[in-house]
């Protein structure tokens, strides 16, 4: 196990350390999941926007919801988005950071994949492809939604989404493909604390989705002082989108309290995808 995969495994939970409600009890309810008559809802013109939210190495899609609760997402932007925090990834294949453990001694602990160097010396994600599978059921069982957002590992994993749908047609991207209309009302991304994958064939994918000139919206968030997932390497990853939005705050990798500047580039890309599918003539809450 590598230095930088300790730190990722260390680094979502500092966010933690803020004091707040005992989180061994602290649990949130399921306000984030699926209401009934999804599709229903997604053709009502006052409908908030629906996003599927993949949680960081090694913690869980519960874990998430908690990190989303302590940031007060709910509160800076309910009144457009309703987030759904699923599913988990893989059962993590290797030791749990004690932050993890210590303010959730009971939770099982999962990760989208175990990076690992093969014969050759390049780095493999095992179990990268069941985590695809994963995240298109919850897709197709789960939606409708209209984006994706990721933590950390799972910012990674989106922009892996991304240009497997721009260069395949497939999955919660696969509208990428078909349709390049900037103002179309295509699939999102959302990244916090995002950067490109470093596997065998995560290159090639990425070239080719480049190459297609996709129109798929993204919004980085991008912490100044991250140490975990540097600037640099968000920024480079944001590179890689056509038109890119980037929200900057000054923390750490965490998922940030949304506030001043980073709270008004936040709600307006979120405000800009909602008027995309409302129908002519309709306000968007401001």
Same mark, same amino acid.
């Given at each position: 196990?590598?230095?930088?995969?300790?730190?990722?495994?260390?680094?979502?939970?500092?966010?933690?350390?803020?004091?707040?409600?005992?989180?061994?009890?602290?649990?949130?309810?399921?306000?984030?999941?699926?209401?009934?008559?999804?599709?229903?809802?997604?053709?009502?013109?006052?409908?908030?926007?629906?996003?599927?939210?993949?949680?960081?190495?090694?913690?869980?899609?519960?874990?998430?919801?908690?990190?989303?609760?302590?940031?007060?997402?709910?509160?800076?932007?309910?009144?457009?988005?309703?987030?759904?925090?699923?599913?988990?990834?893989?059962?993590?294949?290797?030791?749990?950071?004690?932050?993890?453990?210590?303010?959730?001694?009971?939770?099982?602990?999962?990760?989208?994949?175990?990076?690992?160097?093969?014969?050759?010396?390049?780095?493999?994600?095992?179990?990268?492809?069941?985590? %695809?599978?994963?995240?298109?059921?919850?897709?197709?069982?789960?939606?409708?939604?209209?984006?994706?957002?990721?933590?950390?590992?799972?910012?990674?994993?989106?922009?892996?989404?991304?240009?497997?749908?721009?260069?395949?047609?497939?999955?919660?991207?696969?509208?990428?493909?078909?349709?390049?209309?900037?103002?179309?009302?295509?699939? %999102?991304?959302?990244?916090?604390?995002?950067?490109?994958?470093?596997?065998?064939?995560?290159?090639?994918?990425?070239?080719?989705?480049?190459?297609?000139?996709?129109?798929?919206?993204?919004?980085?968030?991008?912490?100044?002082?991250?140490?975990?997932?540097?600037?640099?390497?968000?920024?480079?990853?944001?590179?890689? %989108?056509?038109?890119?939005?980037?929200?900057?705050?000054?923390?750490?990798?965490?998922?940030?309290?949304?506030?001043?500047?980073?709270?008004?580039?936040?709600?307006?890309?979120?405000?800009?995808?909602?008027?995309?599918?409302?129908?002519?003539?309709?306000?968007?809450?401001?």
């Amino acid at each position: 196990r590598t230095n930088s995969q300790s730190r990722m495994a260390r680094g979502p939970f500092t966010c933690l350390r803020t004091p707040t409600t005992p989180l061994a009890r602290l649990r949130v309810r399921s306000r984030y999941r699926v209401a009934t008559a999804a599709v229903v809802e997604m053709m009502d013109p006052v409908r908030k926007l629906r996003v599927l939210c993949l949680h960081s190495f090694r913690t869980s899609s519960s874990i998430l919801e908690v990190q989303m609760e302590i940031a007060g997402w709910e509160a800076s932007l309910g009144d457009l988005v309703e987030f759904t925090c699923e599913p988990d990834g893989n059962p993590a294949s290797g030791d749990i950071p004690k932050e993890v453990t210590m303010f959730f001694p009971d939770d099982q602990y999962f990760e989208w994949w175990n990076a690992m160097k093969d014969e050759d010396c390049k780095t493999e994600y095992v179990g990268i492809e069941k985590s %695809f599978g994963k995240v298109e059921k919850s897709w197709e069982t789960r939606g409708p939604f209209d984006g994706v957002l990721g933590f950390s590992q799972g910012a990674t994993l989106t922009t892996l989404l991304a240009a497997r749908g721009a260069v395949e047609g497939w999955g919660p991207f696969g509208d990428a493909k078909r349709e390049n209309e900037v103002d179309a009302a295509l699939t %999102f991304a959302v990244c916090v604390s995002g950067m490109l994958a470093r596997n065998r064939s995560a290159a090639d994918l990425y070239a080719a989705a480049e190459t297609s000139k996709s129109k798929t919206p993204t919004l980085h968030l991008i912490g100044d002082a991250d140490r975990v997932m540097p600037p640099g390497l968000s920024e480079r990853a944001a590179s890689h %989108f056509e038109n890119a939005k980037i929200a900057r705050h000054a923390r750490g990798h965490v998922i940030p309290k949304l506030e001043g500047e980073t709270l008004h580039m936040v709600r307006a890309f979120f405000q800009a995808e909602l008027a995309k599918r409302k129908t002519p003539g309709e306000n968007v809450s401001l």
